[in-house]
C-alpha cells in the first residue's frame, strides 16, 4: 500500500519534543512490515525542512539530521510537483481558498495522490480528511 507523508511526521522524526514524535516512531516501524511504500514531493520536503529551522537553537542541527535521513535512508520515495502539476495546485488552491484554509502545498499534495491513487496519508493535518482521504 502507497501512503502519502505530510510535513509534520517528517519534522517529527527529528524533534525530541515534538508531541507526535512517539506517534511517528511507532508507525515508521509498523508501515515497512506490512508492505507500505513511503512518499511524499519536493513541496512536502521544503516545508519540513522550513519547519525545522522555525527552532533558533536546534533548528539548524534538525535540518542536517533530516537531511540525512531524508536523502541517505531512502526511507520514502520524492513526487516532484512539475508545471502540470503546479497549475493543476493553483486551481484547486483558488477554488477552495475562497471557504477553506488548506495551504498551497496541500493542494499540491492532493494532486499527486490523486494522481498516483494514494488513499491513505500519514499527516497530523486534519484538512487531509476534508480532502477526503484516511489519515494515519
Known amino acids: 500500500m502507497r501512503i502519502f507523508v505530510d510535513a509534520g511526521p517528517l519534522r517529527a522524526l527529528v524533534t525530541p519534543k515534538d508531541q507526535w514524535r512517539e506517534k511517528t516512531l511507532e508507525l515508521m516501524r509498523i508501515i515497512p512490515k506490512q508492505n507500505g511504500i513511503l512518499i511524499t514531493s519536493d513541496y512536502v520536503l521544503d516545508e519540513a525542512f522550513t519547519g525545522l529551522m522555525s527552532d533558533i537553537r536546534a533548528g539548524y542541527k534538525r535540518v542536517i539530521e533530516f537531511n540525512k535521513l531524508a536523502f541517505n535512508k531512502n526511507i520514502f520515495s520524492i513526487e516532484w510537483i512539475n508545471q502540470v502539476r503546479f497549475?493543476?495546485?493553483?486551481?484547486?488552491?483558488?477554488?477552495?481558498?475562497?471557504?477553506?484554509?488548506?495551504?498551497?502545498?496541500?493542494?499540491?499534495?492532493?494532486?499527486?495522490?490523486?494522481?498516483?491513487?494514494?488513499?491513505?496519508?500519514?499527516?497530523?493535518?486534519?484538512?487531509?480528511?476534508?480532502?477526503?482521504?484516511?489519515?494515519?
Open 87 to 136: 497549475f493543476q495546485s493553483k486551481l484547486l488552491f483558488l477554488k477552495v481558498s475562497k471557504d477553506k484554509f488548506w495551504s498551497f502545498t496541500d493542494c499540491t499534495s492532493y494532486v499527486v495522490m490523486k494522481e498516483m491513487k494514494i488513499k491513505t496519508v500519514f499527516t497530523f493535518d486534519e484538512h487531509f480528511k476534508e480532502m477526503g482521504f484516511t489519515m494515519l
